[in-house]
């Protein structure tokens, strides 16, 4: 036996508890640099971990015996250490048991010594750690809670002590307590009524959170109206008192507001949601400390998180007073709040100023907002004239309408508000202009440029960073809705004193300054081409100093706005610089980390600018940029965020998020651009872009990012198609973008469905246009076009023809209102392409699968019909042609349909548009059309009349494969229907001869050897008497 546990027997065994105290004083009394006092500590952590249920249990009986106060209480801490110290060996079972009796006498302290604050946890563990899993009950602990809580003469430090109890004990133990709730429950009420100890006062709202938290149905909405009514009082009592210890008393007690609405049922406090609203605007209004004000907000805003759409129907039905009498509270928690500034409350208000004006609409403006800002505008408090302002900042979104009849006045208070001799009025009336820049366009703009730029322009010269910082978003605001005729005569101050700004040395600000000139000369257009090598000079100092990791947020800033400034003055005068600054981006790239998602964006978005500026010039730089492209389209976007970490950290990474998949979306757009504008020059990257894009059109992936990839698949075949690959290859190439391609129909998104069922189009018509060859386009629907993928593709197509009139009965049903511009939207060229589209993947994928599809005729056949009515030619063209395929492939299908189909036929044969000289191929697809019916459906149309109608637009002679079709089955027709075909007296006969007879002259122009020899006989035959 060493030192140490020879040390540890004589500390622990001792049956007297003098040697515990002696050590412990040691450690309390002596400096903790002592050779005496680290003795000590050193016993003490070895008793610890080897002796842990011995010292547990020593520990306890000093709590309960010791006379000396601070020994009690270092005695407590260290037992709480033992039981909550995941290092320490858990405490058995037994010795649990035995430290019961010890520590119900540490609840009967010494006449006038303080009881100790940690022991209500301490018996909370070791209760819930010996009856959490047990029908057993620790009678004497639930006793001493009843009687310490309801007894009539005990004290408020005893009953304290009896509350925070309450608050720790486990569920199981809780529940015993229910058979004398009310009385429980009526002595927390009266304590929290009682104001005259804080103390008291927090253990009483823990107990009854407790309660709440474990029985939120038990207490019943009687129960929980009482103690709203009862805490709500006592927060706004404590708001009024100037106490550090009152706000940190009142935080709790709204916290408790918090639980009792979001953690109960809303139907347990419905009727008192209008009473939390009052009251807790109430408290904000007269709350003298900040965190109080800030508190009660959050309460409101905590409720409408939760429950969103009650607490929307309790804000519309606020009558004409409740809801003036609302709005007034809130601009009295803005004048409140202007002393602090970035106040919690201010934006908080703002927030249900928002939510007020997007339910009520501009009448909250026009009848309440107007007035009051008018008030506040001109009243002598700084801070009410702030809050004027930022009510108008607040409101201008939803109350844009009206705020378009009141612009002078608008502009009158923001005006003057920029003259303010304050600082935080000027800094909130460029918070209005920026909001109104929004808004009021281009009215604002047009009448009040001159007095508004000067204004800003002078506030560039005062000494304060904020105003400073303020001004210059401002004008980047402003200046984007103004003319080039508007900005013209104040752009030397302000390019001036912008570019002053950028050399100060603040980051901030220069972040600010760079995007305010990238506006303005995207808004100045042409007028800023005489400040370019000015503002460039400037900005390349910046750009071309020292380039490390802390510098390259603001490098990518500059890039930003030398994109926006070459966009103005384009390729000629840019053409200088064009080296020097792809020269910079690209030695930026060298010091981005892998995490730099956001910075990486930024780069991107000016490649792509200067991509389209500079054209074919910007492929010397491809060779440089494609491996940080390639890296980014490859990046994994992680779904599963925030399960493993705190609210806190998890919406950071859900930021993280965002960049990430807008750093691969737009990684993949440029792919995509490279792909389509340098076309053949891009064919040595090809075949590593291909494997990189491909992986992308899966369903699970980004919405962006996928419709840039499934966009890529046609340009991409294009390409490979253009090297001349062999057969073969190409075609496991389309097989793999088609089926991948198809796929993506199986989701719910129509426009994804649109997307896809375009590309689908392009990369058929790109192999048929290079490989004519039937055999192949057989062979890849064969193993393509399963049952199921013909599904897919028929489903996403009945998605596109249904999306508009979806969209419509989704605005009808919600009570929206479709204007005339709505319907020429849906009607207008989306619409036209889409059916094109449409008809021809119809087209393609009866002619190729013919079984699997042929079946789904019946669905498609109505759209066909409506199509031949279409305004646009290439629509009513494929239509026709869809129709031909259906009465060739869709027989049993088409029959109900073959005499309607009969008749939108030839009213697109005689449509002045689709005639043979204006649009030969329409016309001959039509006459085509029509005759297949004429053939296959005889019995299914009225022939006679049908049949004369098509005689009339024979023969064919604008394609000669086509004729040679038609008169074939003309003739053929002849022999099968000789009586009928004639007509009634043979009034065909000679129509029909005459027919016969060109097509027969023009020898095999018109008609194959087969079926001329055939006319010959039938020819010769109808002459014989």
Same mark, same amino acid.
């Given at each position: ?46 008793? !610890? ?387 109104? !820049? ?28 904020? *105003? ?77 100093? *020292? ?16 994109? $926006? ?84 950290? !998890? ?119 290079? $490989? ?151 016309? *001959?697809?039509?006459? !085509? ?54 007509? *009634? ?41």
């Amino acid at each position: 036996m060493n030192q140490l546990d020879q040390d540890a027997g004589e500390l622990l065994e001792s049956p007297y508890p003098l040697p515990m105290e002696s050590l412990l004083s040691t450690i309390i009394l002596l400096p903790i640099n002592s050779p005496l006092a680290q003795q000590k500590r050193e016993l003490l952590q070895h008793c !610890s971990f080897q002796f842990t249920d011995a010292l547990s249990l020593k520990l306890s009986q000093i709590s309960s015996s010791s006379h000396y106060p601070r020994i009690r209480r270092k005695s407590l801490k260290l037992l709480y250490d033992l039981l909550t110290d995941p290092a320490v060996p858990q405490i058995s079972l037994m010795t649990l048991n035995g430290l019961k009796s010890p520590l119900l006498s540490s609840f009967r302290p010494k006449t006038g010594q303080p009881m100790s604050q940690i022991m209500p946890e301490i018996v909370a563990i070791v209760a819930s750690r010996i009856f959490s899993d047990s029908d057993q009950l620790w009678e004497e602990l639930l006793d001493y809670v009843y009687v310490s809580i309801t007894g009539s003469n005990v004290t408020q430090e005893v009953q304290e002590m009896g509350f925070r109890v309450l608050s720790n004990l486990p569920e199981n133990l809780l529940n015993r307590l229910m058979p004398g709730f009310d009385f429980l429950w009526a002595k927390i009420l009266h304590r929290l009524r009682d104001s005259s100890d804080l103390d008291s006062w927090a253990a009483a709202i823990q107990a009854a959170s407790r309660f709440l938290k474990i029985l939120p149905y038990f207490l019943g909405a009687a129960r929980l109206g009482m103690a709203m009514s009862t805490v709500v009082n006592s927060t706004h009592n404590l708001a009024t008192k100037v106490d550090p210890r009152n706000a940190t008393v009142a935080q709790r007690f709204l916290e408790f507001i918090t639980q009792m609405v979001t953690k109960t049922q809303p139907r347990l406090l419905l009727d008192r949601l209008n009473y939390v609203l009052e009251s807790m605007l109430m408290i904000a209004e007269s709350s003298v400390a900040t965190v109080i004000r800030e508190g009660a907000i959050r309460v409101l805003k905590k409720i409408d998180e939760s429950y969103r759409r009650i607490m929307s129907r309790q804000l519309e039905r606020l009558d004409r007073v409740n809801l003036d009498g609302f709005f007034c509270s809130l601009m009295r928690v803005l004048v409140g709040a202007a002393n602090v500034e970035k106040n919690k409350s201010t934006v908080l208000a703002k927030y249900f100023m928002d939510r007020l004006s997007t339910m009520h609409g501009g009448k909250i403006f026009a009848r309440h907002v107007r007035n009051q800002i008018g008030v506040f505008a001109v009243a002598q408090e700084w801070q009410k004239r702030h809050a004027g302002l930022v009510t108008i900042c607040a409101t201008a979104d939803a109350c844009e309408e009206v705020m378009r009849n009141h612009v002078e006045e608008l502009a009158t208070i923001v005006v003057d508000g920029l003259k303010d001799p304050h600082r935080q009025v000027r800094c909130a009336a460029t918070d209005a202009i920026k909001a109104l !820049s929004v808004n009021l366009a281009p009215t604002l703009h047009e009448h009040y440029h001159r007095r508004i730029l000067l204004l800003l322009t002078e506030m560039l010269k005062e000494k304060k960073d904020t *105003v400073w910082g303020k001004a210059i978003d401002a004008i980047r605001f402003f200046s984007n809705g103004c003319t080039p005729d508007n900005l013209e005569p104040y752009l030397p101050r302000l390019v001036e004193a912008l570019l002053a700004h950028l050399k100060n040395g603040n980051t901030t600000l220069q972040w600010g300054v760079l995007a305010a000139l990238g506006v303005l000369a995207s808004s100045s257009e042409n007028r800023f081409d005489i400040y370019y090598r000015h503002t460039m000079d400037a900005i390349k100092l910046i750009l071309f100093g *020292v380039a490390n990791a802390s510098t390259k947020l603001l490098h990518a800033h500059c890039l930003g706005c030398i994109s $926006y400034i070459a966009i103005v003055v384009g390729k000629d005068t840019f053409a200088n610089d064009a080296d020097e600054v792809m020269g910079a981006l690209i030695s930026l790239q060298g010091f981005l980390l892998e995490t730099d998602h956001m910075l990486k964006v930024s780069i991107f978005q000016v490649l792509a600018k200067l991509c389209r500026l500079l054209g074919d010039d910007f492929l010397i730089y491809v060779d440089d940029l494609m491996p940080s492209l390639i890296q980014s389209a490859q990046t994994k976007i992680n779904k599963e965020v925030n399960r493993r970490y705190s609210i806190r950290f !998890s919406t950071y990474l859900q930021q993280v998020e965002v960049h990430v998949t807008r750093e691969k979306a737009l990684a993949c757009k440029l792919l995509f651009c490279f792909t389509r504008q340098f076309k053949g020059n891009f064919l040595p990257w090809i075949k590593q872009v291909t494997p990189v894009l491909r992986p992308l059109l899966h369903s699970d992936l980004h919405f962006e990012t996928r419709m840039e990839a499934i966009s890529a698949m046609p340009v991409l075949l294009r390409l490979a198609i253009s090297q001349e690959v062999i057969l073969e290859d190409i075609q496991e190439e389309l097989i793999y973008f088609i089926t991948a391609l198809v796929r993506n129909l199986e989701e719910n998104d129509a426009e994804i469905s649109a997307r896809v069922l375009y590309s689908l189009k392009e990369c058929i018509k790109s192999v048929m246009q290079f $490989y004519k060859h039937r055999i192949f386009l057989s062979q890849v629907s064969g193993r393509v076009l399963t049952n199921i993928h013909v599904k897919f593709v028929v489903d996403g197509i009945l998605k596109i023809l249904n999306e508009n009139s979806s969209e419509n009965e989704i605005q009808e049903a919600e009570g929206f209102e479709i204007g005339p511009q709505e319907e020429t939207r849906n009607r207008g060229d989306d619409h036209t392409v889409n059916a094109k589209i449409v008809v021809f993947l119809f087209n393609y994928f009866v002619q190729q699968s013919q079984e699997p599809a042929s079946k789904y005729c019946s669905i498609f056949l109505p759209f066909l019909l409506r199509a031949c009515k279409d305004h646009d030619p290439c629509v009513r063209q494929q239509a026709v042609r869809g129709i031909g395929t259906c009465a060739e492939f869709g027989i049993n299908e088409f029959k109900p349909f073959a005499e309607e189909a009969a008749k939108s036929l030839d009213s697109v044969i005689r449509h002045p548009g689709t005639s043979s000289s204006n649009n030969p191929t329409a016309h *001959v697809i039509a006459v !085509s059309s029509l005759g297949r019916i004429c053939g296959s459906y005889f019995k299914s149309i009225n022939a006679p009349q049908v049949v004369g109608k098509w005689l009339d637009f024979l023969p064919l002679k604008n394609d000669t494969t086509e004729a040679k079709l038609v008169h074939a089955r003309l003739s053929a027709m002849i022999e099968e229907f000789h009586d009928i075909l004639l007509g *009634v007296n043979s009034q065909y006969k000679s129509r029909i001869l005459e027919i016969f007879a060109q097509v027969v002259a023009d020898g095999d122009n018109l008609a194959t050897k087969e079926t001329v020899n055939r006319m010959v006989v039938q020819l010769v035959q109808s002459s014989k008497p």
